[in-house]
């Protein structure tokens, strides 16, 4: 049968296994680092997080901070925190030397947990954490920077699978080497599109064509100037693919737009942050 390539889609079966799997990843841990897209601070966080993590505590991470604008991503900073009771920390893993303080409030709030252990009668241990989150928001290159420093791998644990690894960021702090990968369902197109546009669904559940010319209308309502400006198109031509692939020369031989191609480069030159810093979610949307 002949995908449908309008809607985006997602496997129950898939989603069911990758959630057993994060649960036994999160079973061996006292706090969790939740890493989000700061372009999506509201959608890519997993809905369902506060059912698996239980009372344990969350740090949240909002993620490519250096593709937004610093005072828009401080309101939804607030805003999650005020929600969640989580701290929450703008990062840029990409070009930042610095995490300590992602290290400093992952010790902070696994310290209830410890002194729990200590009140049973048990010595002081480090505390251990993780990291999860959507695919690419950039849980490995977070994990990477955190275990640069310190490469002592300290080996398997009981009850944990040979390949995960446990790497001592500290003497008070060690760090599952693996990420958790947080399976997303994808009933409600309109995020599963959002998390299309920053990469975090698989090119094969969508049609480039579709998720680009949604780009550009969701764009078009509030960033049309900068995308006119960014692709070169006058006031009187719409904001479209045909559009931007005849502006751009991009067409096939025999002249027609070539679509495919210019939705690739639309949506590049969105993730890549060449086009302008945008957050496509909306506080109390
Ligand atoms: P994941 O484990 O969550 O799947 O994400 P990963 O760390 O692999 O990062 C996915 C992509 O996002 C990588 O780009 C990575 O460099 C980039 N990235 C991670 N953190 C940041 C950030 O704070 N800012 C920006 N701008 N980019 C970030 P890539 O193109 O797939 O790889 P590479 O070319 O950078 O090696």
């Not at 700061?38 to 009372?55: K, V």
């Not at 064509?209 to 031509?237: G, T, W």
Request: a positive charge; proline letters at 4%; aromatic letters at 6%.
């Amino acid at each position: 049968m002949k995908k449908d390539k309008t809607h985006i889609h997602w496997y129950p079966g898939h989603i069911a296994k990758a959630e057993k799997k994060l649960k036994e990843q999160l079973s061996l841990v006292d706090a969790v680092i939740e890493v989000l897209d700061a372009r999506l601070p509201l959608s890519s966080c997993y809905e369902d997080i506060t059912r698996l993590l239980g009372q344990k505590p969350r740090l949240i991470l909002l993620n490519k901070s250096d593709l937004v604008e610093k005072s828009e991503l401080n309101k939804f900073i607030k805003y999650i925190e005020e929600k969640t009771n989580c701290p929450v920390i703008p990062t840029d893993a990409k070009h930042s030397k610095d995490l300590n303080l992602i290290i400093k409030k992952a010790v902070e709030l696994s310290e209830p947990r410890i002194q729990a252990l200590i009140a049973k009668g048990l010595l002081r241990r480090a505390a251990r954490v993780m990291v999860v989150g959507l695919p690419n928001v950039g849980k490995s290159s977070i994990i990477n920077k955190l275990t640069r420093s310190s490469k002592t791998k300290i080996g398997a644990k009981a009850g944990v699978t040979r390949q995960q690894q446990w790497v001592r960021i500290n003497p008070q702090l060690e760090l599952l080497d693996t990420p958790g990968i947080i399976p997303m369902r994808q009933e409600d197109q309109e995020r599963a599109k959002k998390l299309a546009f920053v990469n975090s669904i698989s090119e094969n559940a969508y049609s480039n064509e579709i998720v680009a010319q949604d780009l550009l209308d969701i764009l078009n309502e509030s960033q049309a100037k900068v995308f006119r400006e960014y692709y070169k198109l006058p006031d009187d031509k719409e904001l479209n693919i045909d559009n931007i692939s005849l502006e751009r020369n991009w067409l096939l031989t025999g002249g027609s737009t070539d679509r495919e191609r210019t939705s690739v480069y639309i949506l590049r030159d969105f993730r890549e942050g060449k086009i302008g810093k945008f957050i496509l979610d909306k506080i109390n949307q």
